[in-house]
């Protein structure tokens, strides 16, 4: 990742970003929730228990500049783009 999350309190999510020809989507996606629940990396489920970590990182680097895709992890909400930007939502 690029730089921390900044949380933005008007749409209660957490914005970062990184640069999907370095860093796998899935990598990016667990350092983005580790920062946001202030965790280790141990402290999450395995994010492949719940997601085809291949499949996200090959439709992100393989992609133009309008994919999305949303998923959600223990009850957040991930929005991941093709040109590196990550929202994470808290659980309502």
Do not use: K, N, W
Not at 15 to 20: C, G, I, K, V
Not at 47 to 65: E, K, R, S
């Amino acid at each position: 990742m690029d730089r921390q999350p900044t949380y933005d309190p008007t749409t209660d999510t957490y914005l970062t970003t990184f640069s999907p020809t370095d860093t796998a989507a899935s990598i990016a996606v667990v350092a983005a929730l580790t920062d946001v629940r202030h965790c280790s990396t141990t402290d999450l489920e395995p994010l492949y228990d719940g997601l085809d970590t291949d499949a996200l990182d090959a439709l992100v680097d393989g992609a133009g500049p309008s994919l999305e895709v949303r998923f959600s992890v223990d009850g957040f909400g991930v929005l991941v783009t093709s040109t590196g930007r990550i929202e994470v939502t808290p659980p309502e």
